[in-house]
């Protein structure tokens, strides 16, 4: 893969990464035990009515997976990036950036520019 196509889908992961955390920090606090967790936070509005206490229990409960949700896309994002920074770091590693977990094949271009992030190529992904 060259250079100058890493240098880019980099930047988006950096910039994906700063929007996902973003997005967590607003109803998350990071909790680094286990390294990269996060945990929403209760939304602790006191001296509420049982009707306005039984919104707040609704309302974790939604965020929960939603924190799920970012927490993975996050862990694939800086997945990524460790990739990325090894190659720039070890020419050994070369080539571990943009190559299928499952068969080993580089990954399409076209799907690391719409998922940077991607770990399988279109057919192992779409295999699973």
Do not use: H
């Not at 890493?6 to 992961?13: N, T």
């Not at 896309?73 to 990524?80: C, H, I, P, Q, T």
């Not at 460790?82 to 299928?100: L, N, T, V, W």
Request: hydrophobic share 30%; with cysteine.
């Amino acid at each position: 893969m060259n250079k100058d196509l890493v240098s880019e889908l980099k930047g988006k992961l950096d910039e994906q990464k700063v929007s996902l955390t973003k997005e967590l920090e607003s109803f998350a606090k990071k909790d680094d035990v286990p390294k990269g967790d996060w945990e929403t936070r209760y939304p602790n509005r006191e001296n509420g009515t049982m009707e306005e206490e039984a919104d707040e229990v609704q309302e974790y409960g939604n965020m929960l997976p939603v924190e799920y949700s970012l927490e993975l896309k996050l862990k694939d994002v800086n997945s990524a990036l460790a990739k990325i920074s090894r190659q720039e770091r070890d020419p050994a590693a070369a080539g571990e950036y943009g190559r299928c977990e499952n068969c080993g094949k580089e990954i399409e271009e076209d799907r690391l520019r719409a998922v940077p992030e991607a770990k399988l190529c279109m057919k192992c992904n779409n295999n699973k």
